[in-house]
């Protein structure tokens, strides 16, 4: 998974030492009722203190407490927060993750807080997919990706066991080659949004070529014309942001993009997972970092990421000898 561009930050020495962040209330293990709890978060650091990322159940906060975490000017180089945080609701556990950052874009650990709900019960909610891949294109020329399109359909049908398990019922759409047109991958972005629950978990598996122009990221689409990407193509940040507004309590986002230097020149998993995109709430996994390329191979059938997701739900991963 990509991380945080640093690239900017001071490099480490002596003084450099990240800020330290706690929560001063309430106590760990505390039994909480209602739909919200009263948090106070305490930060100290050699440099003034810029913001703090809280997390409930792995899925950030909102937007609207998240600026109550953030200072414009810093100056203080001590810190308390004091806010109310909503609950996810029908979940007896509730975990808490505070990260805070300085000035000098220096790190903290993390600080966690683990509350429990006596009063609620868990339910099983249910399991949004939604599997994206194209191997075949309009633009014969992008037409370099092989198995992308069964991933997306192995990745989707990965699922199917779990109904009746984990999940209430597993809800599932699946568009690869001709049916994954600009429309269609709007459309069904829009379906996450507006049909999951905060009982439900999202996942969303995406496999392609990405494309800049202009600074500006995109998803090709089968419909894709290179020359007006803003109307057949699918903005990258417009997809995220709508991931970041779908309602369920975790929302997972698959990402296995092959290298596709040869259309502009441009094509790295950091650039297209950046900062706003991680703060939006959505948990990203991605196939390949940096300057690296996926992987796939006729013998697998599958790209490498997906080959090794398909396992991990298989649970080969678990039959590994933990000690080779």
Known sequence: MAGENISNAPPLDGTQIPPNVTFASPEYGTDVTGDTVDVEIEVAGLYPIKRVDLSVNGRLVSP????????????????????????????????????????????????ELFLRRSGIKE????????????????NQAWNTIQYSDDDAVAFAEAFSKQQGQQYESIEKRVLTDEGATVTNLKFASRWLKDTATESDVAVVFIAGHGIEQGGDYYFLCH?????????????????????????????????????????????????????PNRKAGVLVFAASRGEEASIERQDWEHGAFTKVLLEAMEGKADAIDKDG
Request: glycine share 4%.
């Open 64 to 111: 609207e407490i998240a600026r109550r975490l953030e200072v414009e000017a810093p100056t203080d180089k001590e810190r308390k927060f004091g806010l109310t945080v909503p609950l996810p609701p029908n979940e007896a556990t509730v975990r808490l993750r505070a990260v805070a950052y300085d000035a000098e874009l220096l790190k903290s650990r993390p600080a």
């Open 123 to 138: 339910q099983l909610g249910k399991l949004f997919v939604l599997s994206i891949g194209l191997s075949k294109y309009k």
């Open 223 to 275: 419909d894709t014309n290179e020359t007006d990407l803003a109307n057949t193509a699918l903005p990258w940040t417009d997809f995220v942001n709508v991931l970041r507004e779908v309602r369920a309590k975790r929302v997972l986002l698959f990402v296995d993009t092959c290298h596709a230097g040869f259309v502009t020149g441009w094509r790295t998993t950091d650039q297209l997972i950046d900062r």
